[in-house]
């Protein structure tokens, strides 16, 4: 029997933790079978008992770390018309913005890349050299990111922490 507060995992109706794990807290108990989940974004949804299964604590916060980290807002490239947004920024010089532009789109691909992998692999299960340049980007499209910014403020900073 569930009570308030178990930490649960989602199983998919093979009985089978999904792939990508989600875990959820019992938020209230409607009977022998069936509850009321509180999901990490903060949604609730009543589901029955043989959906789930209780897991430990540690496991919880490990695979809720997991998640947050899938959920990060990743960047998307940058919408804008390079030779019109160098033509109205002329104290820059128009290959040096490009650069900066072609590094950018390399980098959200890379971060994509990398989203995509953890989803399919697991964390864990990423090479060193992958890591070294996902990291790379991370640090990479903060500053392509703020040089833009400088130039025009309706483009966002992210914060990628």
């Not at 509850?35 to 897991?55: M, Q, Y």
Request: net charge negative.
């Amino acid at each position: 029997m569930y009570k308030k507060g178990d930490k649960v995992i989602i199983l998919d109706y093979n009985g089978k933790p999904l792939v990508p794990q989600v875990v959820a807290e019992v938020e209230d108990v409607y009977g022998e079978d069936r509850v009321r989940l509180l999901l990490p974004d903060g949604a609730c949804c009543l589901e029955f008992v043989d959906h789930f299964e209780k897991i430990d604590d540690e496991t919880y916060d490990k695979y809720l770390h997991a998640v947050q980290e899938r959920e990060k807002p990743l960047p998307v490239d940058l919408q804008i018309d390079i030779r019109k947004f160098a033509a109205k920024h002329h104290r820059r010089r128009k290959d040096e913005i490009l650069k900066k532009f072609d590094q950018d789109k390399r980098y959200v691909s890379i971060l994509n890349a990398y989203t995509g992998r953890v989803m399919m692999y697991g964390k864990e299960n990423i090479n060193e050299r992958f890591l070294w340049e996902y990291k790379e980007a991370l640090y990479g499209i903060v500053e392509t990111r703020t040089f833009f910014h400088e130039l025009d403020d309706s483009i966002p900073i992210p914060d990628l922490t």
